[in-house]
């Protein structure tokens, strides 16, 4: 299934706010722990304060079904005085005391002692806390006169009288205020580090999105500028980055190949056309036909040329078959041993089975463009050497010479080592299409080539 798409700076705030979400939903469950904690403990002392008075009346015999009026009236009156309600309400009220009680009790007649509240106030049962124990609640203004409290208390009935008798639960207290409001907060920072995060991330998505742009309109203008720097992306776009860089990479090998290889068509076609034109211009002067088959040869020539420089544009249709490197060396040998022989250079050959996958012509005239060029840069008497063989890697060629190296022939307006001896930009086309390498290595007492497809 396809998501659909979401802004990043969306999906920042969304997360942001469902951090908020929990971190509020936690304060609430651990709140309401705590309350739930805070009730129990008052609903035990308002247990404990019942057993207490139902100990007290059947000690006095007022717990009894039938009692004498004169003793509920003196257990009323001893119920109801307390000395120092008023400033122990206070401390109540204040938090200072914990679980303050408070009672009610009413006798038969309609007399009553005690906190009349307690028997108005809207209640709701409590039984895990205890059998007939309620939670009350008192508003501003009934105990303490600026805050809603709430009571956990036990109503029975002893005798012929009810009786109420409970305890107030304790305050959450200042400390859970003021973690209350850290978490809140919290929530709110969360969510602003969340739309910034996000409005920042937002920034570094453009900003690469323009490079890239950038670096493509150039590409489209023929300007390579470099590789787009990955570490300045950002994570989303680092491997887009990198696939950009690729295809830029692979483009600007795409044109110098083009270059190269137009310098090398150049090349191979210039000296069999001036031979070809002046062999035609002998053969008008003197009518020999000799100098016309040389002239044909010569055409013949740049007809191969041709159709290996289309068939090495066109790699599509290349037929691709088992070739031994080792009989394509020493072809070309047979080929340039006779042009070595009027210099006096003399090849010397380790030629051991190397076979790999490849066009057959194009890997002829790769090698015979290397024998080429070490035959006509080695001096008279030189020694010009051929080696292959086969390692896991593929088939290796190794063609060395004894000539001036690559830094006193080649060209001051050509210092690529690619465009050297020209051939060698064609060769290494060639060499790269077979999925292989061509590595140079030149100083002033030869140069070694090594070919490996």
């Known amino acids: 299934m396809r998501l659909p798409p979401v802004r990043t700076t969306w999906l920042a705030a969304i997360v942001a706010v469902f951090a908020a979400v929990a971190l509020t939903a936690s304060l609430a469950v651990t709140h309401g722990a705590v309350r739930s904690e805070q009730r129990q403990r008052a609903a035990l002392a308002a247990v404990s304060d019942f057993n207490a008075l139902l100990s007290k009346m059947d000690a006095l015999g007022v717990g009894r079904s039938v009692v004498e009026e004169a003793a509920i009236v003196n257990w009323l009156n001893v119920f109801q005085g307390r000395p120092g309600l008023e400033s122990s309400v206070a401390d109540a009220c204040s938090g200072r005391v914990a679980n303050y009680g408070v009672r009610w009790m009413e006798a038969p007649g309609g007399r009553t002692a005690g906190f009349r509240p307690l028997a108005e106030a809207r209640a709701r049962p409590h039984e895990q806390l205890g059998p007939n124990v309620f939670v009350l609640t008192l508003p501003a203004g009934t105990l303490c006169p600026e805050r809603a409290l709430e009571v956990v208390a036990v109503r029975d009935t002893v005798g012929p009288m009810r009786v109420v008798m409970g305890r107030v639960v304790e305050p959450t207290g200042r400390a859970w205020g003021v973690a209350a409001v850290s978490v809140l907060g919290m929530a709110i920072l969360l969510i602003g580090l969340g739309l910034a995060s996000a409005a920042w991330s937002r920034v570094r998505m453009v900003s690469g999105v323009r490079r890239i742009n950038l670096s493509l309109q150039k590409a489209g203008r023929g300007d390579f500028a470099g590789p787009i720097p990955i570490e300045e992306m950002t994570g ?3 491997d ?10 692979r483009l600007q090998e795409l044109l110098a190949w083009l270059r190269d290889t137009s310098d090398q068509v150049a090349h191979d076609f210039r000296t069999p056309l001036a031979r070809a034109r002046a062999r035609l211009d002998r053969f008008g002067e003197t009518g020999d036909a000799d100098l016309v088959d040389e002239a044909r040869a010569d055409l013949r020539y740049l007809t ?11 790699g599509e249709t ?22 070595a022989e009027q210099r006096r250079v003399r090849f010397e050959t380790e030629l051991t089975p190397a076979e790999t996958l490849g066009v057959a012509s194009l890997l002829q005239r790769a090698v015979a463009n290397l024998v080429d060029n070490a035959v006509k840069y080695s001096p008279d008497g030189g020694v010009v050497r051929l080696k292959s063989f086969a390692d896991p890697d593929g088939a290796v060629v ?22 050297h001896r020209m051939g ?9 299409r077979h999925g292989g ?14 070919m490996r497809v």
């Open 304 to 314: 191969q040329a041709m159709n290996e420089a289309l068939a090495l544009r066109d």
């Open 424 to 432: 060698l930009a064609f060769v290494r086309a060639i060499v790269r």
């Open 236 to 238: 989303d776009l680092q």
């Open 240 to 249: 887009l980055t990198r696939e950009v860089n690729v295809t830029l990479g």
């Open 398 to 419: 190794i063609i060395s010479d004894q000539g001036p190296g690559m830094e006193m022939t080649q060209s001051r307006s050509q210092p690529d080592v690619d465009s």
């Open 318 to 339: 290349w037929a691709f078959e088992t070739l031994k490197l080792d009989d394509v060396c020493r072809a070309a040998v047979e080929l340039y041993e006779p042009l």
């Open 437 to 450: 390498e061509l590595l140079i290595e030149s100083d002033s007492a030869g140069s070694i080539v090594t």
